[in-house]
């Protein structure tokens, strides 16, 4: 349930609440709106004592979260959620533009591809350190070599560094080194991940799991927040159907759907999502169009010879093209992409 | 394979040639681009004789034909094919919009929806005369009856009708009252009726069908194309996958990849491809930003009363409302809406 | 709704009932039960006065029909419909086997063909002699000549024939060749054609489309059955999903699931299913575990000169030693398969 | 490649090719068949120096492995592998019956629903003490108590006890418990995982992804077997398609399409992928008609009061009558169920 609280709540009543939330045996999330503040109290168990909270001279009212997703969800908090770290900005009417390699491979190809795409507007930079790869025998990243080139890059051109951890054990070096720590497709429902993710303070780009439901989304990012961590970024990168043109299928309406229902931003990557460096160019704009809170684009020096996902890469020039028809949508639209 | 006449062949050169053609026992369909006259000769047999026409002096160049839809290829066309009827244009960086209720279920509520969507910019009014129902007990449209209030609604507007034929010996009947003739996601690979439309000299608007590859969508179109009819119009609806939160799942993708392939014009249907009215309008958006020659909308002039489709149809402030964010993407993106 | 009459109501008191359901509106189904007759009463419109039918002293109850396919409904008619058409028996306990080539090719090919699937112990024929063929360039099938071959072999063997028709107006010159009017996935929602074969009095096999769910499925049967015609043979042929290593994903699920909810009898059709021979044995065995109440499989005389679907015929051979191991099953769990 | 050693090789001549191998920087995998051992050479790089080993006195031939899944392919092993713990005997002819309850909720309903399914005829007892779940606020499992309480059964009833490991750091307690590690789903792809089970010597039920192609799937397999633990179940639980009457949709043909590529055995879960305990049955026939080489199934002393899955549960009674079933087919198609 929500309890909110009346405006003007100090910080000592919050506490109070907090405690006494905790006394019934449920978790105490602490949310702090532009208008006032509202304690999310989750639980498997409730019962009518809860109920009791409303009485408290402090409480203005206490509401049921009817969503499964109770953190994520808009009930407990209207207000879109804005993610902010260095330049990058994502959410709330900003559209933050994450761009680079699938992987990264050597020090001047992620420095090159780091200062193009800083060049061309973005303010962060993706790149992979840890890979997973479908097989065993592929190359699985660069490993702690490839976060310290990553960290290169950004000391190199401000760019906040977005890259992926695969694996509980490994949150803490990643962490060392990224600003954005990213969640996988392939490991959105990795439950002990995501609560490892949900414990450190830096904001998570989750990834939607290729045959996900939106519930299954939302759930998977309450992990994460359950734990104490409030920024997420929800990624929608194409789910698996019966099509084959393309490596997935990249429904846009999610972007407005999930919008409806979460204050979490929502940001779109249109390179899984299609596969096809060509059609990378008019879903990104597709995308912000749509109300995207960013995008997520893989850009190599030199597609032809990427290590992996070439395929789907744009060329830095493609990307400065890309960015520029993104940019007029955006005007055209009321939205900031600077 | 495509005979590539050389440039100003007279009509006679051209007549000649098509003989020729028809003598090897393949289909001719005479093609006029902009700069040359082409002929794309195909039939289920070919032999070294063909490549005899190779020879003839009115030819440049005899070319295969890789793609299996052969009059819908790229390779036989290179430019769009621009499909115009009264102030309806699509195709070319032209966006036609087309709107209007699901299902025509009465003389003011027809008119009420045409003056609406053309007081909003629309061009083309959609509305269902012959419904296909899943349900033999659901209302099946009033058949004539609403032919004719369609007619009715364009005499007082201006307005091109679309509307669905469903089975081959209504043809005559819906063409006679149609400007552009619907076929419809079910029926996107009843082959007969594509050949029947094929037959007729009107526009088709081919809808795919929910688990339709794009390869099958385009011979379903070569269908048409190979009667002699060459103005169709594709029309991505969206796809059935696993998703539930959303009647279908609308791949944009298709739209640039189509334009990839082949040069007919490809128009996006929002309403059915989300099945909720909150979601048409940003979908409207992103599909002129990712290129799509035109909509096609559901407007009733009351949704809570409509007697199909009510959920997922936009008020006609609604649609007014979205007709002036895509005419914002369309201008800054270079396209023609008006 | 049902109308129930009671036990031994005379032919004279059906009569009058259907005339009474009739007078509101509604269509008056008669069903003969083993114990009972019912009169299945259905339309687009139901109000109180209907409820005046329990009334009658002939009527036992009057129920209302849930499902939405009110006469293939269990509710309508909890036995099961046993097909019997010459020597094959579909449903109720009775695995009916039909198998032949994809596609009538020449006289001997459909003649080797039948005696093969005859001396296995086939009791129905299939073969296509009217072919709906995704390219319009591809051998669309020796039409009436095809159907006069069927007829031949037929004669020749005395196994029923099995033939798609693609479209009503070809609806009377099948049937006049046809024992089982076959309707394909790509049409199982052309609402016409299924009025249409619903008017003949000749069972039909109405096929799964690749994208349909069980209620479109049965609302499909729905159209047909309400023409009058209670002879459908439902067909799971595999439905279309992300898997690309077989042609279609069969979920044989489906046989128990339609059981459940309809007393029309459920066959399975493992080649289209598949698309690979060496799965078919497996599946047509694991199909009669399951529950099926007949299979259609694709045999050719040489599958390596088939016209089409070679890649998923099975040879006489392989198909006699695939009934062989049908038999083994449907012994084992008590079906007759003869 | 793969390396085959000549009949009669001795220990020593295997070890020294081992080394060999290794001295060209591949992984050596030694697969010791009925009539002869080779070596499985794998890793990222190849070259000419490979070849060498052709020449080599012991080798009888050097092969390539086309399959991207170098030890998982039966290019490797055509043998089919068969997995034996205490009485579990999965493979080879043999089906393997694994049954129980979806989670362990307390010891008198574990050991209730062991002794059933023991009674029944299964040989090994499922049960959750880790559950991956969908929300954070739903039970999670007892956790290590649970194990223990698996662990109880086992020497209560000797059936050899699968459970499921989520993340590597759990995969040394788990193991300390159970006699086969699974691995779910959702992890499927979760690669560190499938490394720390991989360097385990217990046995793995893989599950396959609900949106895994089978490449994936066998590639997923690979990780496991590339850390030198052979011992890995596939299993089949059900894909996620448009169908939603189901909850997934269980191909069946992945039994026989598997065993042609892997020596791996196969079993399938007919309680997941169809998540409706009256489709159970007829599925668990259907699984062993096709060849599975087990079933795993939910089986719960109560299954309205289970904490979890209750609706896809059998009682133990519909157990008892499933397992008779599946016997008779068993005995019809000439494999061992015990």
Do not use: W
Not at 115 to 144: C, D, H, I, M, N
Not at 285 to 313: F, N, R, T, W, Y
């Amino acid at each position: 349930m929500i309890v909110v609280l009346k405006r003007g709540a100090t910080a000592d009543m919050i506490r109070k609440m907090v405690a006494r939330v905790e006394d019934l045996g449920l978790k105490a999330h602490v949310i702090e709106g532009t208008e006032r503040t509202v304690i999310a109290a989750v639980g498997e168990e409730r019962d009518k004592r809860e109920e009791s909270l409303a009485s408290c001279e402090e409480v203005e009212q206490v509401l049921p979260i009817l969503a499964p997703y109770k953190i994520a969800s808009k009930e407990t908090k209207p207000e879109p959620t804005v993610v902010r770290v260095r330049d990058l900005t994502i959410g709330g009417g900003h559209i933050g533009m994450i761009a680079g390699p699938c992987a990264v491979e050597s020090e001047a190809q992620i420095l090159e591809a780091a200062r193009a795409v800083k060049a061309a507007g973005a303010k962060g930079l993706r790149g992979g350190a840890f890979k997973p790869r479908t097989s065993p025998y592929a190359f699985q990243g660069l490993k702690e070599e490839g976060l310290k080139l990553l960290a290169a890059a950004r000391d190199a051109t401000g760019l906040a560094v977005v890259t992926e951890v695969m694996t509980p054990h490994l949150v803490e070096l990643v962490a060392k080194y990224a600003d954005v720590l990213q969640i996988g497709a392939r490991n959105m429902q990795n439950y002990h991940l995501l609560q490892a993710v949900g414990e450190v303070r830096k904001p998570v780009l989750l990834k939607r799991g290729p045959s996900a439901t939106i519930e299954e989304f939302l759930l998977a990012a309450e992990y994460i927040l359950d734990q104490g961590n409030q920024e997420v970024i929800l990624c929608e990168r194409g789910v698996r159907t019966f099509e084959s043109h393309t490596r997935f299928t990249l429904p846009l309406a999610t972007v407005p759907y999930l919008h409806e229902r979460t204050h979490l931003p929502v940001i779109v990557d249109p390179s899984h999502g299609t596969g096809i460096a060509s059609l990378v160019p008019p879903m990104c704009a597709a995308a912000v169009a749509v109300g995207a809170d960013g995008l997520i684009v893989e850009v190599h020096p030199d597609p032809k010879v990427a290590l992996s996902d070439g395929k789907q890469s744009l060329t830095p020039d493609a990307f400065a093209e890309t960015m520029a028809q993104c940019k007029r949508v955006a005007d055209a639209l009321g939205y900031t992409l600077s």
